[in-house]
């Protein structure tokens, strides 16, 4: 099974941006698509975006889309979220999370993503 590490997050100020990396071992990143996800204070995890194991199909929340940008490189087995703009309501611990897929094209629910990072902070400084 494959395992997920976070890097990226941090504090930073209103209106700039970060890149959030999700790096896989334990296996090929092939036939995972793979979601980030997150969580801020008091509030229930959300998701964030999602990209198919091809890299073809890519969803994102109506309230990141023109934000936020999901990427991967399968040669590397990284997954990446580009955050620009950023603004107090994108403070959260973002988590990347990977389901398998049989379909290259494919995005599967919220609800089969079985295999989860530790998350990272980001946080905005006013």
């Known amino acids: 099974q494959v395992q997920l590490v976070e890097s990226g997050g941090g504090l930073v100020q209103a209106g700039g941006s970060l890149r959030l990396s999700c790096a896989a071992s334990g296996r090929t990143f092939t036939g995972y698509a793979v979601g980030w996800f997150r969580q801020a204070p008091g509030k229930e995890r959300e998701f964030v975006a999602a990209?198919?194991?091809?890299?073809?199909?890519?969803n994102y929340a109506n309230s990141v889309k023109g934000q936020f940008t999901i990427s991967r490189d399968n040669a590397k087995n990284m997954v990446y979220l580009q955050m620009n703009s950023l603004r107090t309501d994108n403070t959260a611990i973002y988590y990347c999370?990977?389901?398998?897929?049989?379909?290259?094209?494919?995005?599967?629910?919220?609800?089969?993503?079985?295999?989860w990072g530790q998350g990272t902070q980001v946080a905005n400084s006013t």
């Open positions: 990209i198919s194991w091809s890299g073809l199909t890519k």
């Open positions: 999370a990977a389901a398998t897929t049989a379909s290259m094209l494919g995005i599967p629910a919220h609800n089969r993503y079985a295999v």
